[in-house]
């Protein structure tokens, strides 16, 4: 009896098994909200906290494999209206059934997901969106928060997912010099964890977290191989250390807190506005537009692609077991973007700015061209006169 009652007490709760099947902690913000919406749905427990609410789920679906079939089930043909209204995408919808059927399954809900997913509508397999331009990023970058330039420079330049930030530290980024110059730089994503790669950021990017780095060293955090690349802020206008103390207890700035802070600068630097018309979605993601922008840059630079999925951390099918390159072979692939298609500025410039420059060089060319061409004629009168002046010497 004292046996079994110990085994009930040591039980894990279905929260607690939830939460540990999410690896991500921006994954994990996803998929609550998806989670609460379904709850909130079919009225489970209302004013109760989110994990109260999941464990009576999983109890009564455990016990009642019908109800929690009923209930997803309705739940889910409520969304398909909504999709047939175009109130959401088909994507949006299999985003819930992704979540709830995981939930269900690390917590032991018995559910016939081949009855349920038979009747959901086809989602598209990419996003209507696009990448940023050359002049949004280089807004973005004007954001006035010292960490801004690090995160976008790094993040167009390596083409990391957000959720590397939750892992970077300064020990995994290494230096690339050729010619006693920097080049690049390597970078450790995931490090330590099953999906750690490696692939390089610009030397833009390396010499950007440097000086931020740099900076909160100067201003009094000790800073060691440890130490997070992102980190909170404090009131650096303070003159007094008693009154700037927290600069040396730093808190790690997570991936949630590095998509808010693009968020924050996309809408303060007039790039984002509000949405209009039904639209769903904006132009380009808040994060995920760095990464497509880098691929686009990537094939526009002429690298193979097989490489650029490497860098990316894509999987290339059955070749995954048969490619292999070496890091050598792989940076100098990527060097040949670098500089004229990854490094943020004026080297790097929009097709109005391109034009604008064009124009400015015709105009110089052509006034140059005036120039010699007065230059020669003077020349010439120069040479006549010194012949005259010769003859009549002669004359003489």
């Known amino acids: 009896m004292i046996d079994h009652l110990q085994q009930e007490e040591e039980e894990i709760s279905p929260w607690t098994m939830f939460v540990y ?24 427990d209302k004013g109760s906290t989110f994990e109260t609410r999941c464990n009576t789920f999983a109890c009564k679906g455990r016990n ?3 109800w929690a079939f009923n209930n997803i089930l309705r739940f889910l043909h409520f969304q398909k209206e909504r999709v047939q209204r175009k109130e959401i995408t088909g994507g949006t919808l299999r985003n819930y059934v992704k979540t709830i059927k995981m939930f ?19 989602g598209k397999r990419y996003a209507d969106d696009r990448a940023p331009t050359m002049g949004e990023i280089k807004k973005i970058i004007e ?14 330049s ?10 970077l530290r300064c020990s995994h980024f290494y230096p690339i010099t050729r010619n006693n110059k920097i080049v690049a730089a390597k970078i450790i994503v995931y490090a330590g964890e099953d999906e750690e790669y490696y692939t390089f950021c610009s030397a833009q990017a390396y010499l950007s977290v440097k000086s931020w780095m740099d900076y909160r060293e100067q201003s009094g955090e000790i800073i060691n191989e440890n130490s997070w690349v992102m980190r909170n802020l404090w009131d650096s206008t303070k003159p007094f250390a008693s009154a700037r103390s927290n600069v040396a207890h ?7 807190g590095v998509k808010r802070l693009v968020e924050r600068a996309l809408w303060s630097q007039g790039i984002r506005s509000k949405l209009q018309n039904g639209k769903k979605r904006h132009e380009f993601q808040c994060d995920h537009g760095f990464r497509k922008w880098h691929r686009t840059q990537c094939e526009l630079a002429g690298l193979k ?24 072979e792989l940076l100098k692939d990527y060097l040949k973007a670098a500089n004229n298609f990854l490094t943020i500025g004026p080297e790097n410039l929009t097709e109005f700015e391109m034009d604008k420059k064009n124009l400015e060089v015709e105009k110089l060319t052509e006034t140059n061209s005036l120039n010699v061409d007065a230059i020669a004629s003077l020349l010439d009168q120069v040479m ?10 002669n004359k003489r």
């Open 21 to 44: 099947a999410i690896r991500s902690p921006y994954t994990k913000e996803s998929y609550f909200r998806r989670l609460r919406h379904f709850f909130d749905s079919i009225e489970l």
């Open 64 to 66: 009642d494999s019908n």
């Open 104 to 122: 269900c399954e690390v917590t032991d809900v018995l559910v016939p997901w081949k009855k349920i997913t038979r009747g959901l509508p086809r």
């Open 143 to 156: 954001y006035p928060d010292r960490r801004i330039k690090p995160v976008a420079y790094v993040m167009s």
């Open 158 to 167: 390596s083409g990391i997912r957000v959720g590397a930030w939750d892992y």
């Open 250 to 256: 730093p808190k790690k700035l997570t991936s949630i």
């Open 305 to 328: 692609v097989r490489n650029i999925e490497i860098l990316l951390n894509h999987s290339i099918g059955i070749s995954d077991s048969y490619y292999r390159v070496s890091e050598a």
């Open 384 to 393: 006549n006169l010194m012949k005259e002046i010769e003859i009549l010497k």
